[in-house]
Each structure stands twice: as structure tokens, then as C-alpha cells.
């Protein structure tokens, strides 16, 4: 079955927020076996808007939207929809009883009036609950065309389209195609290695590729993932082309590969100090807590991280974490000497088994007698040992600092796995 996607917003379009529900449709879809054969957006105009769902409905009859079903008089997409499906707008008694539950439980009473129109539902038309915000979801249907209406906010877009238009779509009447054929996708991440060496790494693709598995390179200031995507056949063959395919690759990859799927470097280091028992604490100077923020992100991160420090002075790394003035004073700030002693500082002062410290010139200035921009120290302090790493990294400030976080992340990776 074809179908079409179509992400409502004017600030799409403008470029001032970037299209996050698009993709999440389309993978959904295309695992799902339905092929999405365009997507889009548009921007809060009436006239545009219903052209664009019009035409989208023309070609396929099947098109999913996100979007335009706020409050607010720039949400236009429940009354184009209704306009486009020739059905009149009924207000529902109980969607505005719901409504206004949601509002009393938070503490806003009364609630605004302008959410009323929320409960305003196309004649006909099933409403899709929406457990995580305001706007309810809408599916309408006249036989031979079919459009869901979902949220913007990516989370309860996200949410709504597995919990429950997904299951509706698999049972939808007619639509034996769905899961004959799948388009399904792996990835393994690695870092640590740029994309022209990774290649080299990999060699001859003939084992790995054919008609029916293609490889994609997808590089990034994190490192390189390696997308495997089975196309168009059934969902136990391409688990098995997948499964080849990976199996063929991980040797190749080394200690580089440190995920498969789409988890974070962080969660696979938490991870790992769970499994050693140990938690890790950080001591920051030109990351200003980029690797706090990335340790943090993870659910349940309170068992293995500790904490940490932004010792931007000198002073600091002195007082807090007793890095000696006479290592300062003879190596400079970003040295090797002073890497070590702030994660050995770090795991002393707040007593954990492995520690993180990062020191360096982010740029885009450099003061008299420091190194290069780019230049980073990267301290790592296991148990009884400390290993110390250089780098000098590209790009901007953003870059080096991004970039400085991630191989910090990888080296005390690799230092409690032995491969470093």
C-alpha cells in the first residue's frame, strides 16, 4: 500500500525547527511494509495546506499527517480536513469533559476556552486518544481514502502513531500487503575512526551487499554508523539477510563498534560500570559539561555516575581537585600531567572507581603559550590506574568540544575493556 506523509508547520518550512516526525513516520511505515512514496511539509496557510492534503490524497489515499491540531488559530488541520472530506465539524461532549479533567488535574482552572475547538471532531471521524497531551489524534475515512491526523509534539506524535495507529493500520481492512513484504533496517555505530579508514577496514562488500541488502555510510561528529537495510521481502528473510550481514561486519569493526541499534555511547558506558560495579564521576574544563549532560541524558543513570565538575580556572583544578601548581606552572593547563591529576582529583574527591577529566583549547582563540586550537588532553582514571590521551581535533568550538566528549566516553570504554 502507498502512502504519503505530510508534517504541518510554519516553522518547518522557515527552517527554524527541524522536521523530526517525518522520519519517525516513515521508518514506522516502511518496516511495517507500506510504501511512504513522498513526503513533505507545509506551512500554516489555509489555502496551501488543503491543496497539499488534497493532492497527497489524489495520488495515494492514504496520507499521515503531524501537526496543526493545537488551539490556536495557525492550527488549521482538523477544519481543512473536514473541508476535504465533506463533513461538518461536531463538538464532542466528551472530549470537552476530558479536556477539562486534564486542565483541573494540573492546577488550571478554568480552562482556556480557545481549547475547546480541540474537541471538535469531523462527522464520522475516530478519535485517537493522546494520553500525553491536549490534541486527540483523528481518523478519517470515506472507503477509498484514509487520513490520520497526529500531533506535532515529536513525543506525543511518537507515541500515538506505535500505540495506536500502527495496530490500526496492520487491520485496516484490505490491506493484505502489510507485512508480506517489510523494508527493515540495522545499524552498528562505531568511533574512534573516520569514515575512508572504516572502508579500509571493510574491505569487499560482496558478502555483505546484494539486490535485496544495500549499505549506507552515515558519518557524524560521533563517529560513522553503518546502516544494513533489507528491501522488500518477508520479515523472517530479512532477519536472516540482516543477521548474515551483521555477523559479516562486527569482525571487521574491532573495538571500534560499540552499539548496535541506536543507543547513545553514554548508556553503553553506564552499562558497562554496571556490570563492574562501579560508578564514574567527571571533571570538566573546555566540554563545560557536555559529558555530564551526555552521562545524565540516560534513564537510570543515578547508579553509575556520580557526578562532577566544570573547573574552568586553574584555581579550581587546584582547590577542588588538588591538581599541583607546579604541574601547571611546568606543563601548562592542557598537558598530560594535568589530565592525570584531575581524574585522579575526581576519583579521589568524590570517591568513585573511574573518573573523566578533559582539558583543552576549544577556540576559536588560544591564549599565549597554549597549544593549537583543538588540542584536548583526555584524562582517565580506572580503579588504581591512570591513562592520559591527546588529540587535536577539527572543526569549530562545537566540534572540538563534541568531539572532545565522545572520545572521552570511548576511552574509558575501551580502558575497562582492555582495548586501549
Known amino acids: 500500500m502507498n502512502c504519503e506523509i505530510?508534517?504541518?508547520?510554519?516553522?518547518?518550512?522557515?527552517g527554524f525547527t527541524v522536521d523530526t516526525n517525518?522520519?519517525?513516520?516513515?521508518?514506522?511505515l516502511t518496516e511495517a511494509g507500506l510504501q511512504v512514496v513522498r513526503t513533505g511539509s507545509v506551512g500554516d496557510d489555509a489555502a496551501?495546506?488543503?491543496?497539499?492534503?488534497?493532492?497527497?490524497?489524489?495520488?495515494?489515499?492514504?496520507?499521515?499527517?503531524s501537526g496543526g491540531l493545537g488551539p490556536t488559530e495557525d492550527d488549521l488541520t482538523r477544519p481543512v480536513a473536514a473541508e476535504l472530506f465533506h463533513k461538518k465539524l461536531v463538538r464532542q461532549d466528551a472530549l470537552v469533559?476530558?479536556?477539562?479533567?486534564?486542565?483541573?488535574?494540573?492546577?488550571?482552572?478554568?480552562m482556556p476556552e480557545a481549547n475547546l475547538v480541540q474537541a471538535d471532531v469531523p462527522e464520522g471521524a475516530t478519535?485517537?486518544?493522546?494520553?500525553?497531551?491536549?490534541?486527540?489524534?483523528?481518523?478519517?475515512?470515506?472507503?477509498?481514502?484514509?487520513?490520520?491526523?497526529?500531533?506535532?509534539?515529536?513525543?506525543?506524535?511518537?507515541?500515538?502513531?506505535?500505540?495506536?495507529?500502527?495496530?490500526?493500520?496492520?487491520?485496516?481492512?484490505?490491506?493484505?500487503?502489510?507485512?508480506r513484504s517489510v523494508i527493515r533496517s540495522r545499524t552498528l555505530r562505531t568511533t574512534g575512526i573516520g569514515e575512508s579508514a572504516l572502508a579500509d577496514r571493510v574491505g569487499d562488500l560482496r558478502s555483505i551487499v546484494s539486490d535485496k541488502v544495500t549499505l549506507a555510510w552515515i558519518p557524524s561528529l560521533e563517529g560513522t554508523d553503518l546502516r544494513l537495510t533489507a528491501w522488500n521481502v518477508p520479515a523472517a528473510e530479512a532477519?536472516?539477510?540482516?543477521?548474515?550481514?551483521?555477523?559479516?561486519?562486527?569482525?571487521?569493526?574491532?573495538?571500534?563498534?560499540?552499539?548496535?541499534g541506536d543507543e547513545d555511547l553514554a548508556a553503553i558506558v553506564l552499562k558497562q560500570l554496571g556490570r563492574e560495579q562501579a560508578r564514574v564521576s567527571v571533571?570538566?574544563?573546555?566540554?563545560?559539561?557536555?559529558?555530564?549532560?551526555r552521562l545524565t541524558a540516560v534513564p537510570g543513570c543515578s547508579s553509575n555516575f556520580f557526578g562532577g565538575v566544570i573547573c574552568y580556572d586553574k584555581d579550581l583544578k587546584m582547590d577542588f581537585l588538588g591538581v599541583s601548581a607546579e604541574s601547571i606552572a611546568q606543563h601548562g593547563v592542557v598537558s598530560e600531567q594535568v589530565a592525570r591529576e584531575m581524574a585522579e582529583g575526581a576519583a579521589r574527591v568524590m570517591r568513585t572507581e573511574a573518573a573523566i577529566s578533559v582539558t583543552g583549547v576549544a577556540g576559536p582563540d588560544r591564549n599565549e603559550g597554549d597549544p593549537q586550537v583543538g588540542t584536548v588532553w583526555i584524562g582517565i582514571r580506572w580503579r588504581d590506574q591512570t591513562r592520559a590521551f591527546q588529540h587535536v581535533f577539527p572543526g569549530d568550538r562545537?566540534?572540538?568540544?563534541?568531539?572532545?566528549?565522545?572520545?572521552?566516553?570511548?576511552?574509558?570504554?575501551r580502558v575497562m575493556s582492555g582495548t586501549a
Open 6 to 14: 505530510v508534517t504541518i508547520g510554519t516553522e518547518l518550512v522557515l
Open 22 to 28: 517525518g522520519p519517525a513516520m516513515a521508518r514506522a
Open 48 to 65: 496551501l495546506l488543503k491543496e497539499t492534503l488534497r493532492l497527497a490524497l489524489e495520488r495515494t489515499g492514504v496520507v499521515l499527517c
Open 97 to 110: 469533559q476530558q479536556l477539562r479533567q486534564r486542565f483541573e488535574s494540573r492546577g488550571i482552572v478554568p
Open 127 to 179: 478519535v485517537i486518544p493522546n494520553p500525553l497531551g491536549s490534541a486527540p489524534g483523528l481518523w478519517i475515512e470515506d472507503g477509498a481514502r484514509l487520513m490520520v491526523l497526529m500531533p506535532g509534539v515529536p513525543k506525543e506524535m511518537q507515541r500515538m502513531l506505535h500505540e495506536e495507529v500502527m495496530p490500526r493500520l496492520q487491520g485496516r481492512s484490505g490491506d493484505q500487503a502489510i507485512g
Open 239 to 260: 532477519d536472516e539477510l540482516l543477521g548474515r550481514a551483521t555477523g559479516a561486519l562486527r569482525p571487521k569493526l574491532g573495538h571500534h563498534l560499540y552499539a548496535e
Open 283 to 293: 571533571a570538566e574544563s573546555c566540554t563545560g559539561g557536555l559529558l555530564g549532560q
Open 398 to 413: 562545537d566540534d572540538v568540544r563534541g568531539r572532545a566528549a565522545q572520545w572521552s566516553l570511548d576511552y574509558l570504554r
